[in-house]
């Protein structure tokens, strides 16, 4: 039996999925989601809708990751982080992959587009604040123990 496969443009596929245009342009052009795409000419690229349940659970998933990270205090974004160690995001993202920051941090996949200069960072980084923060100040009560 020979299974055809619908092939749909990617703005109607976006529309399937819920998901804004450009989010869907910038996912489906990762991988694994990249397969799916065929090439009639430069200007019209369809979508084999057989990924539209795959990037809407992909989506779904992984947005919900990045806000919950980003709603809890314990959770410091790395865009953040970089700015009170007075450094770039990519100084940042460069000492995160050398494992600099090994085990202080989550990490989930972005989903949005991010800006054109760190179009090669494909995920957002979250900090643990008690791993950042661990030596880093006192309390008052901490340093009043120090003894002189």
Not at 66 to 91: D, G, Q, T, W
Not at 95 to 108: A, H, L, R
Not at 119 to 142: C, M, P, V
Request: glycine letters at 4%; charged letters at 25%.
């Amino acid at each position: 039996m020979n299974e055809e496969r619908k092939f749909i443009s990617r703005n109607q596929a976006a529309k399937s999925c819920g998901i804004t245009g450009r989010c869907f342009n910038y996912l489906i052009n990762q991988e694994p989601f990249n397969k799916y795409l065929m090439t009639e000419d430069s200007n019209n690229i369809l979508v084999n809708s057989d990924v539209i349940p795959l990037i809407s659970e992909y989506y779904e998933t992984h947005m919900a990751s990045f806000h919950y990270y980003n709603s809890i205090p314990e959770y410091i974004p790395a865009s953040r982080v970089a700015r009170m160690l007075n450094i770039s995001y990519r100084e940042l993202i460069v000492e995160i992959d050398s494992g600099k920051w090994s085990g202080m941090y989550v990490k989930t996949p972005k989903c949005v587009p991010p800006p054109k200069d760190l179009f090669d960072i494909k995920f957002n980084y979250f900090f643990l604040r008690s791993e950042i923060l661990k030596g880093k100040y006192n309390t008052i009560e901490s340093i009043g123990k120090i003894k002189t």
